[in-house]
């Protein structure tokens, strides 16, 4: 079994070796070549880079997005039958880039609004300028995956916490949750002004813990019943 995946790994470093530009993030050839199975092209080492940095991947898209800064007059809003193309529901990040009156066209990200260029890399290390096919850093792309499923992240988030409750500090079981601090029902109430791409930190590392499910069941009832209250003060 070794040796065939040292045979197909030999194939894939000829390969790789082959299409690899002169130039090439040293970092993401590090790590292509420290993994289990060489990726066989220097896209699929951006990906695959990216993909194992979820976190350092969520803090440059917001990064990024700082040097953008949001649109002229936009703010946060959620689809209605006349604008479709904003988010469904205030569970998706706030992305102004995304919207079709915001959109920066090609080989502009539409997660951040920078420049992208060749493998989707976020710094043109090449002198070529943006890349026209790209509308997405790789890095974005992970970044908006760990934004929208935080839960798929769950293992990672632990090993941060030192397998700690978030909550409690107790020792984090097996069946521990991913949480937002601030629930994004409540950002989507009370934060909704907040500067973007401030309010990506919502969706991001700032805003996540992971903790125990019965301090999670407690959490969230303690939001339902804040939640009543203000509905029944409202009423
Ligand atoms: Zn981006």
Redesign the pocket.
């Given at each position: 079994m070794s040796e065939t995946i040292a045979l197909q790994n030999a194939r894939s470093l000829a390969r790789l070796n082959k299409a690899l530009p002169d130039i090439f993030p040293a970092p993401v050839l590090q790590h292509a070549l420290a993994r289990r199975f060489t990726p066989p092209m220097p896209r699929l080492a951006v990906d695959s880079y990216w993909r194992l940095h979820p976190l350092r991947a969520d803090r440059l898209?917001r990064a990024?997005?700082a040097r953008t800064g949001a649109p002229a007059g936009w703010t946060w809003r959620l689809a209605s039958k006349r604008e479709r193309d904003l988010p469904a529901t205030f569970r998706m990040p706030a992305a102004p880039y995304r919207e079709k009156k915001h959109t920066l066209g090609p080989g502009f990200?539409c997660?951040?609004?920078?420049p992208?260029f060749r493998f989707g890399w976020?710094a043109d290390l090449w002198e070529e300028g943006p890349n026209r096919k790209a509308q997405?850093?790789t890095?974005?792309v992970t970044a908006w995956q760990f934004w929208n499923a935080p839960s798929d992240f769950v293992r990672i988030l632990r090993r941060l916490q030192q397998r700690r409750c978030g909550q409690t500090g107790g020792r984090l079981w097996k069946t521990a949750e991913v949480d937002h601090r601030v629930p994004l029902f409540r950002v989507w109430r009370e934060h909704r002004d907040t500067p973007w791409p401030e309010l990506l930190g919502f969706w991001g590392l700032p805003n996540l813990q992971v903790i125990n499910r019965d301090a999670h069941v407690e959490k969230c009832a303690d939001e339902a019943g804040w939640r009543s209250r203000r509905a029944a003060a409202v009423v």
């Open positions: 898209a990024l997005a990200c997660v951040c609004g920078q992208a976020h997405w850093h890095a974005c």
